[in-house]
């Protein structure tokens, strides 16, 4: 592949994975597509926003994810 086509599915890259940072899946891409693109899945990412403005864009750990899933599993069954 040459340096420019490299640069090129790179750039790709980078514009879905700051998709998946805000949460949504990419358009004409399932969640099987991401995986085999060795990509993260919506939830997996967030966005972090510097005091200067810079956006940092950091992967949750296993952990936080599972917890994040526990939390909103949550269904309160008491009467009112």
């Not at 879905?16 to 940072?21: N, Q």
């Not at 967030?46 to 950091?58: F, L, S």
């Amino acid at each position: 592949m040459c340096l420019a086509c490299e640069q090129g599915d790179q750039e790709r890259m980078w514009e879905l994975v700051e998709i998946i940072s805000t949460g949504k899946l990419p358009d004409g891409h399932t969640l099987d597509d991401l995986r085999a693109m060795g990509l993260p899945l919506p939830g997996e990412l967030y966005r972090e926003e510097q005091p200067d403005g810079t956006v940092i864009i950091k992967q949750r750990s296993p952990t936080e994810i599972e917890a994040l899933k526990n939390k909103n599993s949550f269904v309160c069954d008491t009467p009112t």
